[in-house]
């Protein structure tokens, strides 16, 4: 059974940073692409940054600077490192693992919940 745990969410003042962790199970991690996606209140849900198994990133346009992932493969865990956070950046923010083709199963965490305010 797969399962995506994530933590580290929580309340911060705008222009302070957070860690977000997500602890995966049930998978062969090193082959699967890892993300973050996030969704605010009343908005569609979508991406913030992808780390491929080969070491390609991607991020979205408006955390380009700021945020950083980056994964542990021994550990099975990825992280989300949110520098300068606004408070458009509040939102519930998911975990998630898309394996390789052809199959490209793809799994999703529960969400964890960052609030960005003063």
């Known amino acids: 059974q797969v399962q995506l745990v994530e933590s580290g969410g929580g309340l911060v003042q705008p222009g302070n940073s957070l860690r977000l962790s997500c602890a995966a199970s049930?998978?062969?991690?090193?082959?699967?692409?890892m993300a973050w996606y996030r969704q605010a209140p009343g908005k569609q849900r979508e991406l913030v940054a992808r780390?491929?198994?080969?070491?390609?990133?991607t991020y979205a346009d408006s955390v380009k600077g700021r945020f950083t992932i980056s994964r542990e493969d021994a550990k099975n865990m990825v992280y989300l490192q949110m520098n300068s956070l606004k408070p458009e950046d509040t939102a519930v923010y998911y975990c998630?693992?898309?394996?390789?083709?052809?199959?490209?199963?793809?799994?999703w965490g529960q969400g964890t919940q960052v609030t960005v305010s003063s």
């Open positions: 998630h693992a898309r394996g390789p083709p052809p199959m490209s199963s793809e799994h």
């Open positions: 049930g998978i062969i991690f090193s082959r699967y692409a």
């Open positions: 780390r491929y198994p080969g070491g390609t990133t």
